[in-house]
Nanobody, 126 residues
């Protein structure tokens, strides 16, 4: 099986910073695009940032210039550096991978699609 585990969330004052981590575990052979999403109370989940397997990135307009997504394939981990935080950034932040190639006992390798972590809370106070 494969799992994603987010960490690094917490409470911070406006103008502060946090670094989120997303670690993938399992018999992983390859990870495709990794992304960060967030969901504020009463709102739908939205895309924050994406990073492709070769390092290309995309950001939501609301976080451009403030957030940076990165990945370390040796550690099977993605990061989200969040600077100049505002109360509008308060949300549960989720890690997602669109496709993970796993080692499989029966077929040797198996694709798993649309894998989500359980989320980490980020609260920005004013």
């Amino acid at each position: 099986q494969v799992q994603l585990m987010e960490s690094g969330g917490g409470l911070v004052q406006a103008g502060g910073f946090l670094r989120l981590s997303c670690a993938a575990s399992g018999s992983i052979l390859n990870i495709n695009t990794m992304g960060w999403y967030r969901q504020a109370p009463g709102k739908q989940r939205e895309l924050v940032a994406l990073i492709t397997s070769n390092g290309g990135t995309n950001y939501a307009d609301s976080v451009k210039g403030r957030f940076t997504i990165s990945r370390d394939d040796a550690k099977k981990t993605a990061y989200l550096q969040m600077n100049s935080l505002t109360p509008e950034d308060t949300a549960v932040y989720y890690c997602r991978v669109d496709r993970i190639l796993l080692r499989d006992q029966v077929t040797s390798a198996k694709d798993v699609f649309d894998v989500w972590g359980q989320g980490t809370q980020v609260t920005v106070s004013s």
